[in-house]
């Protein structure tokens, strides 16, 4: 008995699935600090006048969303950013222990986005800016950092003058009234022509709700090229840079990091690539088989190509191939390989262990994909806007799509689907519904998706019901993800 899904749930599962990240699965936001140099008022190429940037308000502290742009999410703008040696982007690439101390929090890149005491407010017996000073780690970011920007999303406290910078050891100033919040996502950085020899890039970006982004969880810019002095290297000319982010390679359902047990991929799984600069643009496959190149961009395994999905600057979805362990290995660290147009990345290296199993969602965890014979999704009625949704009832079947399930019974080449013929997963997986055992009918490969496993199963007679109902799949001493879940009503 293989369930299959309808056009519309398989549309929905492509993009709201494979094709586009869930922003709580990473935190993709990062936190930097601008001058002057690249937001003021009169200055080229917008012109922004006080009232625009907060400049009638500026103020040790001040942490309002700049006015323009609170009033312009989603418009597309240029900044300029500074020139080498006087710099208008800077990232933190460390928090000062004493910042944590302080309070509200107990983060510190936390408390100063809350202008905590000594961090543009007084008290705590300190004065407001009496952690601001000679900061270790503030980075002046050129042409070559910011080009890393690209696909990223940025949360940045705006200041009204300049950053003052040390070299020898690198540190910097935070002391000084501030314009307020921005936050915005990097499209493009291009060369800057017209203007000094000396300047640096053009960066193209679409405004954000900096409320939003601010408010939620947000990366230190850690792989930031730090520079030897105010004036070396000379760097004006945003080369394209391809780079793997640290733990950047996740299994492509549970987008686990590093230390949990889902956070490996297992050959023939989709696993999520992130990074910066991965592709020039967003495409996606067009159907199965998958190619191993789009767009001039291609993922090596072990220097095994991988059948890719998606690309986009700042993510890849691809298949792990299936012959990318050792014959008999249950588990290792393979060597993943990102080239644009003949720019390769850093190799990094990735875990992979022959089972890692994951249940896909609607969204960073939660809602299961999981489908009724009819169909529809086996969640609340009404609760996933665009799609027919049905609680699954005790006694009822299911189809549970998942991936990392492992090797299975009849090979399949990497890229392909399995609908010439069905292929059982080697390891019987243990399924329960509300912490009850459910019965497992099949488990193997979905007809219609490449590395996607359907793993059809009994709704317990005697499961708990409830719009939240968790669903797990156990497999070779490997749990999914507890938090997923499915609505059952009789």
């Not at 991965?278 to 191993?292: E, F, H, K, N």
């Not at 019965?439 to 499961?463: H, K």
């Amino acid at each position: 008995m293989i369930f299959r899904c309808s056009w519309t749930v398989l549309l929905a599962f492509l993009t709201s699935v494979l094709l586009l990240t869930p922003q709580a699965a990473r935190a993709q936001n990062l936190f930097l600090v601008i001058d002057e140099d690249s937001i003021d008022n009169g200055n080229p190429p917008n012109f922004f006048g006080d009232v625009d940037v907060n400049d009638d308000i500026a103020r040790i502290g001040q942490r309002r969303p700049l006015r323009f742009f609170a009033q312009n999410a989603g418009s597309v703008i240029a900044l300029h950013t500074g020139e080498v040696g006087d710099e208008g982007w800077f990232a933190l690439k460390s928090i000062p222990a004493s910042w944590n101390r302080t309070g509200p929090t107990g983060d510190g890149l936390r408390n100063f986005l809350l202008a905590g005491p000594g961090l543009g407010s007084e008290g705590n017996g300190r004065g407001s800016e009496d952690l601001l000073d000679k900061i270790p780690d503030v980075t002046p970011l050129r042409a070559t950092g910011l080009k890393m920007l690209e696909g990223r999303r940025v949360c940045a406290v705006v200041f009204d003058s300049d950053v003052s910078m040390n070299y020898s050891p690198l540190n910097g100033s935070l002391k000084g009234a501030n314009l307020g919040l921005v936050a915005f996502e990097v499209l493009s950085v291009t060369r800057l022509r017209g203007f000094s020899t000396s300047s640096l890039p053009r960066v193209e970006i679409r405004i954000l709700s900096a409320e939003e982004i601010c408010n939620g969880p947000l990366e230190l810019f850690l792989d930031a090229p730090v520079p030897q002095s105010s004036s070396e290297p000379f760097d004006v000319d945003p080369r394209v840079t391809v780079t793997i982010h640290r733990g950047g390679v996740v299994n492509g359902a549970s987008f686990a990091p590093e230390g949990r047990p889902t956070h490996a991929a297992a050959p023939g799984s989709i696993v999520t690539i992130f990074g910066t600069g991965l592709a020039p643009q967003t495409v996606s496959a067009s159907g199965a088989p998958l190619p191993s190149s789009l767009r001039g961009v291609t993922v090596t395994f072990n220097g095994r190509p991988a059948p890719l999905f998606f690309v986009s600057s700042g993510q890849i979805n691809a298949q792990v191939p299936w012959n990318v362990l050792p014959p008999g290995a249950d588990s290792g660290h393979v060597t993943v390989v990102v080239t644009r147009d003949g720019v390769q990345s850093p190799p990094v290296g990735a875990p992979v262990q022959r089972v890692s199993p994951a249940v896909f969602t609607l969204g960073a965890g939660g809602p299961a994909v999981a489908v009724n014979p009819d169909g529809t999704l086996a969640q609340a009625p009404g609760s996933v806007p665009g799609l027919a949704t049905r609680s699954a009832t005790p006694g009822s079947w299911i189809a549970i799509y998942a991936t990392g399930l492992g090797a299975v019974n009849d090979g399949v080449p990497d890229g392909a689907n399995s609908r010439d013929r069905l292929r059982e997963t080697r390891l019987q997986p243990r399924v329960t519904i509300g912490g009850r055992p459910a019965r497992v009918l099949f488990c193997g490969l979905s007809p219609e998706f490449v590395g996607v496993n359907q793993v059809n199963v009994e709704v317990p007679p005697d499961a708990p019901l409830g719009d939240a109902v968790p669903v797990s799949i156990e497999l070779g001493g490997v749990t999914s993800d507890p938090a997923v879940t499915i609505s059952v009503r009789r």
